[in-house]
């Protein structure tokens, strides 16, 4: 019987040695070359940071083995094929062993030596089951052993082995079950790697420990054996310890929603499908700053854990984003989306969008200083209004919390976001102006261009775009779109992608100084200051907002070196997340609005941030520019009576600025420093709460104005604090005053539906 077996295995081999010159070497098979693809935090200096995560799936890290311990891979000889540096690639003896064997009904055995293992993982990508399969792998292991130096093979063999814990190749099998490199690689950790490769997940290190120890103790006394380690290293070796298999956590936690954005862009500039990307090998790098991000994630943490609110914490339907945006070329500096990535996919900065509320405002403003509208320009201010043109007969827009202003410009209902001015200024700018300057600003979101109530931010948007469309005021009107991979690049050094500059000129300089200087008005004086103006001690341009029935609740803010939004939503789980409620009270405030928790959040995140030497080089923003010139009045004015002719032209009165500083000192201290600037005074009294009475509450029009020699400036003086409500009188509707600050006067007017959620912008 067994020399019939015999007979019969040798003509197999007769009739392979015939077929050996028609088998041609394939191709490396692409499970072969992948490589795990990472991503990278970026430096402030456009280097590679470190590692921000590994984009699950196949985990292949190729190293060059020539630079390993050279017991690394005579473990792997020792304990595969001991006769690897002798044979021909494959095993005579040991395939008529397997043969015998297994026609006797023995246990299946392979034979397989080292070579055919690496033919097996290099070019096939698949088992090679039955005697066809095991006679082509043995041919292809004999002529790659006459076109390949044995090097080479073990090279390749230990960049594509299986070793468990979902890693192929020595180095990450290093990292998996060690947490070193493959060159930090001790003779002990060696030998145990090598040792689990015929069984791999049977033989776990963690789970089966006996086995795993059986299968050490054999491959070293194997080295010691063949020579490749010496008695004394033998008898020094001690079983290694492994380090705890982590499960793919590679998306928890809010760098989840990094690693997603940075894959789909990925996907998107270099034109691989989500597998292709995974396992290019490339090594991506990111506009993400990791000290940033920290800070985002920090804050965050802060609220949800009661940390920030004294206990108390937003409801757990409400979502939080925060996101800032380099405002030199468009680069996302840092993005907050969610607590964990895992738990909602839903990136609350660039998939969930939330009406934009007052934020909308300085659209409008830029528009009408486009026009040739300048800030001096003044309005009525009083509430409620129904500016003709403004919407439905008997339509009416009203401040936050029924305000009146009186005659304003437009810097003061900038600082205090006064509905009824803008709704007036939007009617005479045209809505289709506004909706032209928030897409040219980089609002991707419809935005309504024949409503005059989208000056109070009835759409949604996406607050990476609403950080971009501050950005370019950032930038002074250069706009460049949002974008998270800097570069991309092959483990050979090639590179695959680079990110081009998209900056474009979108509006002019003067009439972003000017907006500006409005805007920090609102940190300075109005419904910014309390939480942001008090706690950033550099010039900060930005904008509250609140949307009706408080949706939202917004802060953008920006200084010249970077933009950042953050707005607090809440949605109705029960419709999926896509329908936006009104956001709880929570932390000691009777309502949610911009001034509140967002702009607590905003400083509390900024405030670190900007003492980052990349973030401070540049501090000061231009000074205003002075757009239009004087004042145009919006009233119809009287009739302009005929000049007294004289016989020497009286010279054009020169151009007075209102002195800044004046508000808060004492009624006799305006009045003589306007009239050293030579200016006139005209004093009226108000009620305040918040200034003493005697001092100063505001100038009308306020600090900065240009105005001729002589003009008047109204000086309200404080009378002290209002008298307190009669008791059989309805209470007043005031505004609260929450723990962490003001409220956010005059934001919200106007409604909107929609759905919620979009697509995140891909730019």
Do not use: C
Not at 163 to 178: C, H, K
């Amino acid at each position: 019987m067994l020399g019939s077996l015999v007979g019969l295995l040798l003509l197999v081999v007769g009739l392979g040695v015939a077929a050996y010159a028609l088998v041609d070497v394939p191709a490396p098979g692409e499970e072969a070359t992948y490589q795990t693809t990472t991503v990278y935090w970026g430096n402030a200096d456009g280097t590679r940071g470190e590692v921000m995560g590994e984009l699950p799936g196949l985990q292949r890290t190729i190293v060059d083995t020539s630079t390993l311990p050279d017991y690394v891979g005579n473990a792997v000889v020792a304990s595969e094929d001991r006769s690897f540096w002798t044979n021909r690639g494959i095993s005579v003896t040991g395939i008529a062993r397997a043969f015998v064997n297994n026609v006797r009904g023995g246990d299946t055995q392979g034979a397989s030596t080292l070579t055919q293992q690496y033919v097996k993982n290099y070019y096939t990508e698949r088992s090679t089951i039955g005697y066809v399969g095991k006679a082509k792998e043995a041919l292809l292991a004999l002529k790659i052993s006459r076109q390949e130096s044995k090097d080479q093979v073990l090279d390749r063999y230990l960049n594509t082995v299986y070793f468990g814990r979902d890693t192929y190749g020595i180095q990450e099998a290093s990292q998996a079950y060690f947490g070193v490199d493959a060159a930090q690689l001790t003779i002990s950790q060696a030998a145990l790697l090598a040792g689990i490769i015929p069984s791999p997940n049977n033989w776990e290190p963690a789970t089966n420990p006996e086995r795993a120890q059986q299968r050490w103790e054999r491959v070293l006394d194997l080295m010691t054996e063949d020579g490749w380690i010496t008695a004394a290293d033998r008898d020094a070796a001690v079983f290694p310890e492994t380090v705890v298999e982590e499960e793919s956590q590679t998306y928890a936690g809010p760098t989840g929603y990094l690693l997603k954005l940075v894959e789909a862009e990925a996907q998107d500039r270099l034109g691989m499908t989500e597998d292709e990307l995974k396992r290019a090998g490339l090594a991506i790098d990111t506009t993400f700053d990791k000290a940033a991000q920290d800070q985002a994630v920090a804050t965050a943490t802060s609220l949800w854990d009661g940390t920030l609110a004294g206990g108390s914490a937003p409801d757990p339907a409400a979502r939080l984003a925060i996101v800032s945006v380099d405002p030199a070329d468009g680069g996302v500096v840092a993005l907050y989306g969610g607590q964990d990535y895992l738990a909602d996919a839903r990136d609350a900065a660039t998939y969930l969008t939330a009406q934009a509320a007052s934020t909308f405002k300085p659209f409008t403003l830029v528009a009408a200083l486009e026009q040739g509208i300048p800030l001096t320009t003044t309005y009525n201010g009083n509430s409620p209004q129904e500016p003709e043109g403004w919407g439905n007969p008997g339509e009416d827009v009203s401040n936050f919390g029924g305000t009146d202003y009186g005659r304003i410009d437009l810097v003061r209902a900038t600082q205090d976001s006064v509905n009824t001015v803008y709704a007036q200024l939007n009617v005479q700018v045209g809505p289709a102006a506004t909706a032209d300057v928030a897409q040219r600003a980089g609002i991707r979101t419809a935005v309504m261009p024949d409503r005059a109530s989208n000056v109070l931010g009835i759409d949604f948007v996406h607050p990476l775009d609403m950080a971009d469309a501050f950005a370019t005021f950032a930038a002074q009107g250069f706009h460049s779109d949002p974008f998270v991979v800097r570069s991309a690049t092959y483990s050979d050094g090639t590179v695959a992608y680079t990110a081009q500059s998209t900056r474009t000129q979108v509006f002019a300089a003067d009439v972003m100084a000017d907006a500006t200087y409005a805007m920090t008005q609102v940190v300075e004086r109005g419904t910014g200051q309390r939480n942001v103006g008090r706690v950033i001690d550099v010039p900060v341009a930005g904008k509250t907002g609140s949307s009706t029935d408080n949706l939202s609740a917004w802060f953008v803010g920006y200084t010249p070196t970077i933009a950042t939004a953050v707005v607090l939503t809440q949605y109705d789980e029960g419709g999926f997340g896509k329908n936006p409620v009104t956001v709880t009270p929570f932390g000691g405030v009777r309502e949610i609005t911009g001034s509140t928790w967002p702009a607590v959040l905003w400083a509390t995140y900024m405030d670190p941030v900007l003492d980052q030497p990349r973030f401070a080089a540049v501090r000061d923003f231009p000074p205003r520019a002075g757009v239009g010139g004087r004042a145009t009045p919006t009233t119809t004015p009287s009739a302009t009576p005929t000049p007294t002719p004289s016989a020497t032209p009286t010279a054009e009165p020169a151009a007075v600025t209102v002195p800044s500083g004046l508000v808060g000192t004492l009624q006799a201290d305006a009045v003589a420093a306007l009239q050293g600037a030579g200016l006139a005074a005209e004093v009226v009294a108000e009620p305040s709460a918040e200034i003493a009475a005697g001092r100063v509450v505001r100038l009308e029009p306020g600090a900065g104005a240009a105005l001729a020699a002589g003009d008047a400036v109204r000086v309200v003086v404080s009378s002290g604090a209002p008298a307190a409500p009669a008791p059989t009188a309805p209470p007043a509707t005031t505004a609260p005053t929450p723990a962490p600050g003001g409220e956010d006067a005059g934001d919200g007017a106007g409604g909107g539906a929609g759905d919620s959620s979009g697509a995140a912008p891909t730019g």
